[in-house]
T-cell receptor
Framework: GESVGLHLPTLSVQEGDNSIINCAYS??????FIWYKQESGKGPQFIID?????DKRQGQRVTVLLNKTVKHLSLQIAATQPGDSAVYFC???????????FGQGTELSVKP | DAMVIQNPRYQVTQFGKPVTLSCSQT?????MYWYQQKSSQAPKLLFH???????NEADTPDNFQSRRPNTSFCFLDIRSPGLGDTAMYLC???????????FGSGTRLTVV
C-alpha cells in the first residue's frame, strides 16, 4: 500500500549546527505534507506543513522542502538546540479521506 | 490550554481484562481519530469518526472498538487486551490553521 518512509532512523548533530531530516513518500497524489516533533512520552506536535503546489515553506528556524519529481520531503532546522532533541515524523495527508499517514521517524540527538 | 485531552496518561491492565481509554476535545470539530503507536514505531491509524459516522481501518483488529457519545468525547475500548496491545494510544482531531491534526498527550497502555 501507499506509505511514507524515512531514510535515516537516527541523526546526531552538534548544538548550533543545522539539521536536515529527510523523508521519501510514495503517494504522488497526496496534497499535504506535515512534519511532527514527538518528545518522549508525549503526543506528536505540529512543526510545519506544506501543500503539494509549493516547493518550499519557512517557519521559525525551520524550513520544509518538497521535491515532487523524486517524491522527497525534508525538514531543515537552523541552529539546532538541545530542546530540538526528539523523534521527527513526516506525514502525508490522504486526499481521498483526509487521513494522515505517518513515516517511520528519525530520532534527532543534539550534542552540547 | 490543551485542546485534546486524554485520560488516563498511564494505564496498566491485565491480559484479557477490558479497558477503556478516553479522549475529549475542546475544538468542537467533527472528526476524531485514534492511533496506536508501538515502541519506536510511527503512529498507526485505528479508526476515525466524522460526526457519528464510524470509519474502521481495514486492518484494525475486532478487539478494538470505539464510541462517540457526543462531539467532545470519544472512547477506545479494548475488549480483551493481549500483550501485543501494549502501546501508546493517541487521540487527535483536525487542526485549525494547519493541514495536520492536533494530538493529545496519549495514554500509555501496558498489558501484563
Amino acid at each position: 500500500g501507499e506509505s511514507v518512509g524515512l531514510h535515516l532512523p537516527t541523526l546526531s548533530v552538534q548544538e548550533g549546527d543545522n539539521s536536515i531530516i529527510n523523508c521519501a513518500y510514495s503517494n504522488s497524489a497526496s496534497d499535504y505534507f506535515i512534519w511532527y516533533k514527538q518528545e518522549s512520552g508525549k503526543g506528536p506536535q505540529f512543526i510545519i506543513d506544506i501543500r503539494s503546489n509549493m516547493d518550499k515553506r519557512q517557519g521559525q528556524r525551520v524550513t520544509v522542502l518538497l521535491n515532487k519529481t523524486v517524491k522527497h520531503l525534508s525538514l531543515q532546522i537552523a541552529a539546532t538546540q538541545p530542546g530540538d532533541s526528539a523523534v521527527y515524523f513526516c506525514a502525508e495527508k490522504d486526499n481521498q479521506g483526509g487521513k494522515l499517514i505517518f513515516g517511520q521517524g528519525t530520532e534527532l540527538s543534539v550534542k552540547p | 490550554d490543551a485542546m485534546v485531552i486524554q485520560n488516563p496518561r498511564y494505564q496498566v491492565t491485565q491480559f484479557g481484562k477490558p479497558v477503556t481509554l478516553s479522549c475529549s476535545q475542546t475544538l468542537n470539530h467533527n472528526v476524531m481519530y485514534w492511533y496506536q503507536q508501538k515502541s519506536s514505531q510511527a503512529p498507526k491509524l485505528l479508526f476515525h469518526y466524522y460526526d457519528k459516522d464510524f470509519n474502521n481501518e481495514a486492518d484494525t483488529p475486532d478487539n478494538f472498538q470505539s464510541r462517540r457519545p457526543n462531539t467532545s468525547f470519544c472512547f477506545l475500548d479494548i475488549r480483551s487486551p493481549g500483550l501485543g496491545d501494549t502501546a501508546m494510544y493517541l487521540c487527535a482531531t483536525s487542526s485549525t490553521g494547519s493541514y495536520g491534526y492536533t494530538f493529545g498527550s496519549g495514554t500509555r497502555l501496558t498489558v501484563v
